[in-house]
């Protein structure tokens, strides 16, 4: 099994959602056998959306892990909140969101929140590979 570990921080210049993107567009892309563009491109959306959720709403930073099994893609993101993500109507017109939680569970075979010993939370998705 292949893993990937990054921190995001808004404060950090690296730390934004573009590069989050990029740093799991290169991790897949290393992977053998490489998995199909489809695949690559529905897995960084649903790494842009978690680590978007983490950063607006989980306290400003993050950590986004990526594991390669042999039929899937798992991503899991932890932050320092406590509040799991929701759904909600989606503001079509005041744009405060409300589209990422239904898009990673329409797109993920499996999502999870799960509470960390030591605070925050891990927000993971499974995608097949």
Excluded: Q, Y
């Excluded at 056998?33 to 960084?44: C, N, Q, R, W």
Aim: glycine letters at 10%.
């Amino acid at each position: 099994m292949e893993t990937m570990s990054v921190d995001i921080a808004t404060d950090h210049p690296p730390g934004t959602i573009a590069w989050a993107r990029d740093r799991a567009r290169s991790f897949l892309d290393g992977l053998v056998p490489t998995l199909t563009s489809e695949a690559t491109d529905t897995v960084v959306l649903v790494v842009s959306e978690l680590v978007t959720n983490a950063l607006r709403h989980g306290g400003g930073t993050c950590v986004l892990g990526l594991a390669a099994r042999p039929d899937s893609i798992e991503v899991a993101v932890h932050d320092p909140s406590l509040h799991a993500p929701r759904m909600r109507t989606p503001d079509l017109d005041g744009g405060t969101g409300g589209f990422g939680w239904p898009v990673v569970n329409r797109l993920a075979t499996a999502t999870s929140v799960t509470s960390r010993a030591f605070g925050g939370k891990t927000v993971s998705a499974s995608l097949p590979r």
